[in-house]
């Protein structure tokens, strides 16, 4: 049918130009698909009866206690901004690293991952880690590129350590479990920690006065008032870190419920610093219901699109644009995926990514062959870079709203540039070395049917047990019984 092939890539096309006009991405998925419905109703693609399911999605989504969880780790990490705990962590980690070359700049990557464990939200990072850390940064003599790259990058690790809201959405919309999306993230979290590390310690030999050590007066020396310091710095978030992740890992909480106690283990520390008020809990459950209410909305709009798309066999045509493509085995599969990922954080951010793109791309990674799991933390890992693309990653926008009037926006962009290439390496190793992620991952219990032994009670016949040969199909023995 004419109509049919043309109806997919046509909403296709339309999407793209809403998007780049700027019109509000929730509502013109919303829109997109209604309108997309009717005509194809009216060109008797599919029945009117066809919509009649769109309700049941949408009641599906507003009832999905894992999708509470996003409210719950935003308000968790809203409440540790603004208690002040990051500035702890910072504080107690520059005394530690400080006397080295690029100590500061070792000490923001460790308590990026820290509070990417603890708030699971990439703005809540990069505010409290840049407005701590670059000006101390500046002050002693960091270039400028090297302290806005570090502190950008810094607070997008937070995508991939659990409990990124990210790796939720993900779980929710590939079917997997939150929690062995998390198991999965693990490997990927710590190597991409551990490149960051890597470079500044090869910048910190190639060119060590980008990166000063702090002077002698600025640091506390060697022995137990360090140790102390350090240590009244992270225990705090080891334990919080603990409550939210590890009860979720030993299966004792639910994610929903896991960020539950994890608000309530916020309000705890921001309570015994003494720095639990009124305000500051309206600030955080206001930009709490900011974020909660655009990934509804956009989720319900992308619901609409996506069944309306798939309506008219618009899986069916991704998967033939991926076959001309010689896109046939996983590896290549997974490249032009991720180009194609790369290109769209240009213009999207990572929950328009998740509700668009990822419905229409998984049913072709699981005829595949591909572990969804290592899919979605792949993608997860690619939608790092939708905060660091200049100019228009968020992390950036951040960053250029707190740094002081002498940093160029240049400076900004060209700074995330070599982090961003970074977090590509991380993408690439992935997709050569899956074993990353799925290593932790139970593994599907495998039997092999021909090794199967049936015995018969000898109560039963009165003669001795009969026994099927290893290489007898079990259906043909009792057939010749």
Known sequence: MPALEFMAPAMFVALVVFLIIGLPVAFSLAALGLISGLIAIELGIFPAQFMANLPYRVFGILSNELLLSIPFFTLMGAILERSGLAEDLLNGFAKLFGGLPGGLAYAVIVVGAILGAITGTVAASVIAIGVIALPVMLRYGYQPRLATGVVAASGTITQVIPPSLVLIVLADQLGKSVGDMYLGAIGPSIAQILIFLLFILILSFINPKLMPPLPKEARTPMGWDLIKTVVLAILPSMALIFVVLGTIFMGLATPTEAGAMGVVGAMVLAAIHR???????????????????????????????????????????????????????????????????????????????????????????????????????????????????????????????????????????????????????????????????????????????????????????????????????????????
């Open 275 to 481: 720095r639990l008020h009124w305000k500051m809990l309206w600030q955080g459950m206001e930009s709490t219901m900011n974020i909660t209410v655009m990934v509804i909305f956009i989720l319900i709009g992308a619901t609409v699109f996506t069944l309306v798309f798939q309506g008219v066999d618009g899986g069916k045509w991704i998967e033939h644009l991926f076959s001309a493509m010689g896109a046939d085995d996983a590896v290549t599969f997974l490249i032009i995926v991720n180009i194609i990922i790369f290109v769209l954080a240009f213009f999207l951010d990572f929950f328009e990514i998740a509700f668009i793109v990822i419905p229409l791309l998984a049913p072709l990674a699981k005829d595949l062959g591909i572990d969804l799991i290592w899919f979605g933390v792949l993608i997860c890992v690619n939608m790092q870079t939708s905060f660091m693309h200049p100019p228009f990653g968020f992390a950036l926008f951040y960053l250029r709203g707190i740094a002081p009037p002498s940093i160029k926006s240049s400076d900004i962009y060209l700074g995330a540039i070599p982090w961003l290439g970074l977090q590509l390496l991380l993408v690439l190793i992935l997709i050569f070395y899956p074993q990353i992620v799925t290593g932790l991952l139970d593994k599907p219990l495998e039997v092999d049917i021909q090794q199967i032994e049936i015995k018969l009670d000898e109560s039963d016949s009165g003669a001795q047990p009969n026994r099927v040969a290893p290489a007898e199909d079990p259906a043909d023995y009792f057939k010749r019984k």
